[in-house]
């Protein structure tokens, strides 16, 4: 079975600076897709950036951006220029691309931004 | 454009009740999943459906149910409830259960369910 460990529970960033959130997962598949999302306290689950495994070049939306190690399957957030809005609980989550695949997530890592 | 849209947003049950959670997809979207989210966790899935029909379903006992509506609507239904019941219940939507992969799921805002 698919797993995703998300290994810090809470991190901090001070206003305007760059912070790095941690996700590995396990899979033997080859093909797969890889999600983070951002859930303020609204606790809608937003979309921030999407990796195809296939796809060697690393996914970036404006200030986030990712690093995709497939072989160490490792796939960590950046966020830079941190905002105050940027504050939330951040999922790494996995998918497979065959029909009707759920989304695997991870624990969660809250992110708090300071002023 | 609404978003996808979750009723009631807050409610509490006592044990042994029964619970049904409502969820309309984005107009246009034909896969509706739940998930659940409890406290401290990153969400589990719980089913997908699409055109009506359950397409996946995650590890949850039978007490867990759900349905798709013509209109591609769904409900959540779970029975005898238990103090561990007690999360956020989320639904997702998307064009089809293969399109999630392409763009993610759309959430909507949850269900707070309580059971006392």
């Known amino acids: 079975a698919q797993t995703v460990t998300q290994s810090q529970p809470e991190m901090s960033v001070q206003e305007a600076e760059t912070v790095t959130l941690s996700c590995t997962y396990d899979t033997s598949e080859s093909d797969y897709y890889l999600f983070w999302y951002k859930q303020p306290p609204s606790r809608q689950m937003i979309l921030v950036i999407r990796?195809?495994?296939?796809?060697?070049q690393n996914a970036t939306e404006n200030r986030f951006s990712v690093n995709f190690q497939k072989a160490a399957k490792s796939f960590s957030l950046k966020i830079s220029d941190s905002q105050l809005g940027d504050a939330a609980m951040y999922f790494c989550a996995y998918r497979r691309p065959e029909y009707g695949n759920k989304l695997v997530f991870g624990a969660g890592t809250i992110l708090r931004v300071k002023s | 454009d609404a978003g996808v849209t979750q009723s009631p947003t807050h409610l509490i049950k006592t044990r042994g009740q029964q619970v049904t959670l409502r969820c309309s997809p984005i107009?246009?979207?034909?896969?509706v999943s739940w998930y659940q989210q409890v406290l401290g966790q990153g969400p589990q899935f719980i089913f997908q459906?699409?055109?009506?029909?359950?397409?996946g379903r995650g590890n949850f006992p039978d007490r867990f149910s759900a349905r798709q509506f013509p209109n591609y609507s769904s409900e959540l239904n779970v029975n005898a409830l238990l103090l561990g019941d007690s999360a956020l219940y989320l639904c997702?939507?998307?064009?089809?259960?293969?399109?999630?992969?392409?763009?993610?799921?759309?959430f909507g805002s949850g269900t707070r369910l309580t059971v006392v």
């Open positions: 107009s246009g979207h034909k896969s």
């Open positions: 459906y699409y055109e009506k029909e359950e397409r």
């Open positions: 997702a939507s998307s064009f089809t259960p293969g399109q999630a992969g392409e763009n993610g799921y759309t």
């Open positions: 990796q195809e495994a296939y796809k060697q």
